[in-house]
């Protein structure tokens, strides 16, 4: 598991008929942003460095999925 600000995210996609395009994103966003945080310890400059995004889109996508 990775530690994605005070939530964790779990090793397993939903992968049911029941999980949409929408929810995948989300699932792997969540799971990019808390990596990149992790390796970096919390570093958001380089966090958004290694993600390959913007300082601000990574503090956009940080607060839009509640981690900030």
């Known amino acids: ?3 994605a ?3 964790e995210t779990n090793d ?3 992968l049911s008929e ?6 995948l994103v989300e ?5 990019a942003l808390g ?4 390796r970096t310890n919390n570093n ?3 966090a958004a460095k290694l993600l390959g995004i913007s300082r601000a889109l990574l503090y956009k996508k ?3 999925y509640g981690i900030a």
């Open 62 to 64: 940080l607060h839009a």
């Open 1 to 3: 598991m990775i530690m």
């Open 12 to 14: 397993e996609f939903c």
């Open 5 to 7: 600000g005070a939530r």
């Open 44 to 46: 958001r400059l380089q």
């Open 35 to 38: 990596f990149a945080l992790a």
């Open 18 to 23: 029941d999980c949409g395009l929408a929810e």
């Open 27 to 31: 699932q792997t966003e969540r799971r």
